[in-house]
């Protein structure tokens, strides 16, 4: 984690993620320049660790996001690479005690820093399938839990917040409009644009 955060500033990673609007420092975002033994196939692709909330000296795990400016089908892979034997774990972890009344939990990480940028406590989860029974614990002491759903062609992203919400009863399902997802609505519409659709 700490080669590819030395890595990230003026990096091709730090530009990809200030066009979304975003800022990947508080994150320890980084840039796979230089990967390390088993981390090749991650070369040139931004750098996602999942920090425990102790800190950025305490990495659960790193996933790895393309970058580059093409069709990820067409090239061959996928959008997202995981390390071998990696388990779906939560993404921003730091926000599940911070002592908000209400949390989001959005589907892909990029749509959590979103939400954090628009002031809501957010975690992540790695893709509709990247949900599991025993996250809902972790989400049972809140008035409220907003299930961010990416509005989509595939309906994916209902499915996801639909998969969620019936395991969390204090959960209210938000779609974004029409072709949106968190990021693509902060950045198109700003801050309050996504907290006005939730209520806040």
């Given at each position: 984690m700490k080669r590819y955060a030395?890595?990230?500033?003026?990096?091709?990673?730090?530009?990809?993620?200030a066009r979304r609007g975003l800022d990947g420092?508080?994150?320890?975002?980084?840039?796979?320049?230089?990967?390390?033994?088993?981390?090749?196939?991650a070369r040139g692709m931004l750098a996602i660790p999942y920090l425990r909330p102790a800190?950025?000296?305490?990495t659960a795990t790193i996933r790895f996001r393309c970058i580059e400016d093409h069709s990820c089908k067409?090239?061959?892979?996928?959008?997202?690479?995981?390390?071998?034997?990696?388990?779906p774990r939560l993404y921003?972890?730091?926000?599940?005690?911070?002592?908000?009344?209400?949390?989001?939990i959005t589907e892909g990480e990029m749509d959590a820093l979103a939400a954090v940028a628009c002031g809501i406590p957010a975690v992540g989860v790695a893709g509709v399938s990247g949900w599991r029974e025993h996250f809902?614990?972790?989400?049972?002491?809140?008035e409220t839990v907003f299930i961010l759903a990416d509005s989509d062609d595939a309906g994916q992203g209902i499915e996801f917040a639909d998969k969620v919400a019936s395991q969390l009863p204090n959960a209210k399902?938000?779609?974004?409009?029409?072709?949106?997802?968190?990021n693509s609505l902060y950045l198109s519409s700003g801050r309050d644009a996504v907290r006005n659709l939730i209520g806040l």
């Open positions: 030395e890595a990230y500033t003026g990096s091709p990673a730090e530009e990809y993620i420092e508080p994150f320890a975002l980084g840039f796979v320049e230089n990967p390390i033994p088993g981390h090749e196939r800190g950025a000296k305490y067409d090239a061959g892979h996928g959008k997202y690479y995981s390390l071998p034997g990696d388990r921003n972890t730091k926000a599940l005690i911070g002592g908000s009344p209400y949390v989001a809902a614990p972790a989400f049972l002491g809140y399902v938000i779609p974004m409009p029409n072709g949106h997802d968190v």
